[in-house]
């Protein structure tokens, strides 16, 4: 179906990019904390126990 050389130009090229994407991972630093400026969010998500939402589904019918 593919030429020979076609996928094995495409998969060398996959390999490379793989490689040259992981060592720009590794160099810019994959470890650099972003800048917060001593402020800090905390995200409180509410929490619906399972028979709240059973209760919820049957007011919802």
């Keep these: 179906m593919f030429n ?3 996928l094995l130009f495409w998969i060398i090229t996959g390999i490379f990019l793989i490689l040259v994407s ?3 991972f590794f160099y810019l630093g994959y470890d650099d904390e972003l800048p917060t400026n ?3 969010v905390d995200i409180s998500l509410p929490v619906v126990e399972w028979d ?3 209760q919820l589904s049957k007011s919802l019918k």
């Design 4 to 6: 020979k050389n076609f």
């Design 22 to 24: 992981v060592l720009l």
């Design 38 to 40: 001593g402020v800090s």
């Design 52 to 54: 709240d939402y059973l």
